[in-house]
């Protein structure tokens, strides 16, 4: 593919060509009013902490050897000038706008969402880690997930779109036929076709054993489809010219819960032999979007499937086993969520803290022209700062390592190594709900913080920083809860593997820890190592502890821990991030050559001295916590919960008959 194809904004000729300066975190406040790609710091996770370009050299079937640092470079400058220049001046207004439900078959998105997207399309972006069979660029599938960082940074509700088609071409790469192949993923891989994830009923949403969509064969090989699903994002839109919708239904006859659901792909608009779309639609409606607390530049549908025409995707009562290779790849880019929304609030807040203006420093003035100190001068301020500032990094050190091990499961099923690829799905398993669960809710943390560096300024709308809550909120919520998560990880991923998950995860700890520790550099270095050993050992031991409990004293003993044990997991695996970040500034700083500047390592390790000083203390409450007793949680009846009704009632007459 021609260089000037992929990449339109560092061909000539575009309005994107002069590229911006991708300045210091302690740059000009004023620079940093709008999100600002924080290049220096992707670019030290990518090279120093896990020297991608090492990892580029050994991908045989994806095209590794074209990933090298030139072209890295100038993928990241190209995809943040798009982010900065087009995606982030419509987030807000966006937010303002919304999505308007015109008609059963029309949603129209924000004002400049569509444009922005033709430019996507145009750039070949979707197209960028996917096989060029079916006309993508067969780059790492390490480049997108970078790639749609920086995007998400910038609007996360457009994002969403190409976000998930994503998952819909991962689902029907993995098990759709050779036929359903060759029909969508041409479309849906250049961009001009969008998919969407159809599990929700108004019945039931994470106990899809409840799913009542049903799915009638036809003679000549189709089904129909007939069901209500809600929630559904981007199930609607004026951006694409045809909608695939992955719907989980039951055949007739099907057996009873999850083993009984099959997973469908319909469309929106039915494609004839020549490929040409109809223009009648497929039997699928929108009975409504819904009004939410935020992300409102992604319509939330509700869709009515009316004997709609559909196809098998993969087998018979497998569709949930399917749609989980479509529900993992969202639960990474939810996961993204969480650690944009750090990055966002961070970005926000620090040129705030350098201008705002309150009160004298504690240890003097600062400002001595002034009627007063920055706010960055005083600790809880610069506390609140330092822990986004470590959420954000430690997050996107967590998920560039999820995209090394996508990387590495690409290639050994294009190796044919089954084998191997199920080794490194595994690990890839039991990360995945530490990610989605743990990042998107110091997300969450991160956003109110920001909120609290600008005090009541932090509440009004036009400061942007409300809208990081409303919008990082749902990432907790949806692709399954925290609780969802918890229960994922420590009873599936742990409990019922017998441990080997979690034994082969710290078994690595353990060994970079006892090397760090052995033959570190600096004395905070081995500290921290020494410090993470502990740690380390202790999450085994908490991890037994609560598995006996739950054998002798009651199941229960796992849904009281599950969601400290989530939080208390992830802290302790950010801290192995954060060692690691910290090892490799070392290094940079007894190198001669340095990629960044020494003030820029130097941030490096006193950010790893807050986390291990001021973070990662935070999981001496959760051990405890999560081996509460039982009965504290579960003893009181659910009755109890609520004031009895008779007794207002009765004080309600006994108030009127009173007066």
């Known amino acids: 593919m021609a260089l000037a194809r992929s990449f339109p904004f560092v061909a000539g000729g575009s309005r994107l060509l002069a590229q911006p300066q991708h300045v210091s975190r302690l740059a000009s406040p004023l620079v940093m009013r709008s999100f600002h790609t924080p290049k220096k710091d992707i670019t030290f996770a990518m090279n120093e902490v896990f020297d991608f370009q090492k990892h580029y050299g050994t991908l045989k079937h994806q095209n590794g050897a074209m990933a090298d640092p030139e072209f890295v470079d100038m993928v990241l400058d190209s995809v943040g000038s798009f982010a900065e220049e087009v995606l982030q001046p419509l987030s807000a207004t966006a937010d303002q706008e919304g999505c308007k439900h015109l008609g059963p078959h029309e949603v129209k998105t924000p004002t400049g969402f569509k444009d922005a997207y033709t430019q996507f399309v145009e750039g070949g972006w979707q197209g960028l880690s996917y096989t060029e069979e079916f006309g ?63 599990l929700t009923e108004p019945q039931c949403g994470s106990d899809l054993a409840q799913v009542t969509t049903k799915a009638v064969p036809q003679d000549n090989g189709s089904y129909k489809i007939s069901g209500t699903k809600i929630f559904i994002s981007c199930g609607e839109h004026d951006m694409s010219d045809n909608i695939v919708h992955c719907v989980l239904a039951r055949l007739p006859g099907a057996p009873e819960g999850t083993r009984g659901i099959s997973l469908f792909l319909v469309p929106k608009f039915l494609r004839d032999k020549k490929g040409n779309l109809s223009k009648k639609v497929n039997g699928v409606n929108i009975g409504r979007i819904e009004d939410k607390m935020g992300c409102h530049g992604s319509p939330t549908c509700e869709i009515n499937f009316e004997e709609a025409e559909g196809y098998l995707i993969g087998t018979e009562n497998k569709g949930l086993n399917h749609m989980f290779t479509f529900i993992n790849t969202s639960r990474l880019g939810t996961a993204i969520q969480g650690q944009v929304a750090c990055e966002l609030a961070f970005q926000n807040s620090l040129w705030y803290a350098k201008e705002r203006l309150a009160m004298r420093s504690l240890t003097g003035i600062k400002n001595k022209e002034g009627p007063a100190d920055p706010i960055i001068e005083h600790p809880d301020i610069r506390r609140m700062l330092l822990t986004m500032k470590c959420f954000s990094e430690g997050a996107r050190s967590m998920i560039y390592e999820c995209a090394l091990l996508q990387d590495k499961i690409t290639e050994a099923e294009r190796a044919g190594d089954d084998k191997l690829r199920r ?59 925290t609780g969802i998560q918890a229960l994922d990880l420590l009873g599936r991923k742990i409990m019922l593997q017998g441990f080997r998950p979690l034994n082969t995860h710290l078994s690595g700890v353990y060994s970079y820890c006892t090397s760090l520790a052995r033959e570190g550099g600096g004395k905070n270095l081995r500290k921290h ?64 050559s340095k990629a960044q500047s020494k003030e820029f390592y130097e941030a490096k390790i006193q950010s790893a001295q807050f986390y291990f000083d001021h973070i990662l203390p935070k999981t001496t409450s959760l051990r405890k916590s999560m081996l509460t007793p039982i009965d504290s949680v579960m003893a009181m009846k659910p009755g109890m919960l609520s004031i009895n009704l008779i007794f207002i009632l009765t004080c309600l007459f006994l108030r009127t008959f009173l007066i």
């Open 529 to 592: 190592a020494l410090n993470l050993l502990l740690k380390a050992a202790e999450w085994h031991a908490m991890s037994v502890i609560i598995a006996a409990k739950a054998q002798f004293v009651s199941r229960d003993a796992i849904g009281v821990a599950s969601v400290d044990y989530l939080m208390y997991s992830g802290y302790i695996h950010m801290g192995y991030h954060w060692l690691k970040q910290e090892a490799a500034a070392e290094a940079a700083l007894a190198n001669s």
């Open 136 to 198: 993508g660029q067969n780059l790492p599938q390490s480049m997108s997930l970078v790639m749609m960082e920086i995007m998400a940074a910038a609007n996360f509700t457009w994002t969403m779109f190409p976000g998930l088609s994503k998952g819909a071409i991962n689902t029907i790469l993995s098990h759709g036929s050779e036929d359903l192949k060759k029909q969508y993923l041409p479309a849906l891989i250049y961009g001009n076709y969008t998919g969407t994830m159809c």
């Open 423 to 481: 080794q490194i799905d595994d690990r890839m398993g039991f990360l995945t709900p530490i990610l989605k669960g743990f990042l998107t809710e110091i997300g969450i943390d991160a956003a109110n913080m920001g909120i609290q560096v600008y005090g009541g300024h932090g509440y009004i709308k036009s400061n942007k920083q409300e809208q990081v809550l409303r919008d990082s909120r749902i990432a907790a919520v949806w692709e399954g809860t």
